[in-house]
């Protein structure tokens, strides 16, 4: 066995999901700039589970261009705030004991053509075995999604789903 199986896998399925344990800051030449469209990767290997949500500045905060006043400055501080702390992004079964143990996020520039939002989140689960699914919690904070990109790979399971819906559980098996 690999001493580094999480890496072993992500590097394995690179092509298929362009997960890769680099930081957030390289993540930004990967993925799609596409307005409506949001990515969730999500790779569960032993007792880590990882979680990527990639999504546009349309979507988070509703626009792209400089904040204009005090409630769109506000609204940017807010998502980065969100982005960092990793909280009500992906929400799975309490059973499996997850505890977020790093976050990795760069704010986007703001006010020079697109942006993007990009926020990786690794957990530490203490029963992985109830990990039956996981659920995108972070579409509900966000706007105009019409259609999200999950990504998975986990014990014997490796797949795409598209949502078209902003609600809903993803099976992880
Ligand atoms: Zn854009």
């Given at each position: 066995?690999?001493?580094?199986?999480?890496?072993?896998?992500?590097?394995?399925?690179?092509?298929?999901?362009?997960?890769?344990?680099?930081?957030?800051?390289?993540?930004?030449?990967?993925?799609?700039?596409?307005?409506?469209?949001?990515?969730?990767?999500?790779?569960?290997?032993?007792?880590?589970?990882?979680?990527e949500?990639?999504?546009?500045?349309?979507?988070?905060?509703?626009?792209?261009?400089a904040?204009?006043?005090?409630?769109?400055?506000?609204?940017?501080?807010?998502a980065?705030?969100?982005?960092?702390?990793?909280?009500?992004?992906?929400?799975?079964?309490?059973?499996?004991?997850?505890?977020l143990?790093?976050?990795?996020?760069?704010p986007?520039?703001?006010?020079?053509?697109?942006?993007?939002?990009?926020?990786?989140?690794?957990?530490?689960?203490?029963?992985?075995a109830?990990l039956?699914?996981?659920?995108?919690w972070?579409?509900?904070?966000?706007q105009?999604?019409?259609?999200?990109e999950?990504?998975?790979?986990?014990?014997?399971?490796?797949?795409?789903?598209?949502?078209?819906?902003?609600?809903?559980?993803?099976?992880?098996?």
């Amino acid at each position: 066995m690999s001493r580094y199986p999480l890496r072993a896998a992500l590097l394995s399925s690179l092509p298929l999901l362009g997960l890769t344990l680099a930081t957030a800051d390289e993540m930004h030449h990967h993925g799609k700039h596409v307005h409506g469209e949001v990515t969730v990767n999500l790779a569960l290997e032993g007792v880590t589970l990882i979680a990527e949500i990639e999504a546009t500045g349309a979507q988070v905060l509703g626009f792209e261009r400089a904040p204009r006043d005090t409630a769109e400055r506000a609204a940017v501080a807010a998502a980065e705030v969100w982005f960092r702390s990793g909280r009500e992004m992906i929400g799975v079964p309490t059973a499996a004991g997850c505890r977020l143990t790093a976050s990795a996020f760069t704010p986007p520039k703001i006010g020079s053509g697109h942006v993007d939002f990009r926020g990786r989140y690794t957990f530490t689960c203490a029963d992985p075995a109830a990990l039956a699914w996981a659920e995108p919690w972070a579409l509900r904070r966000m706007q105009g999604v019409e259609k999200t990109e999950v990504n998975i790979i986990a014990p014997g399971v490796q797949r795409q789903e598209i949502l078209r819906e902003t609600a809903g559980r993803i099976a992880l098996r």
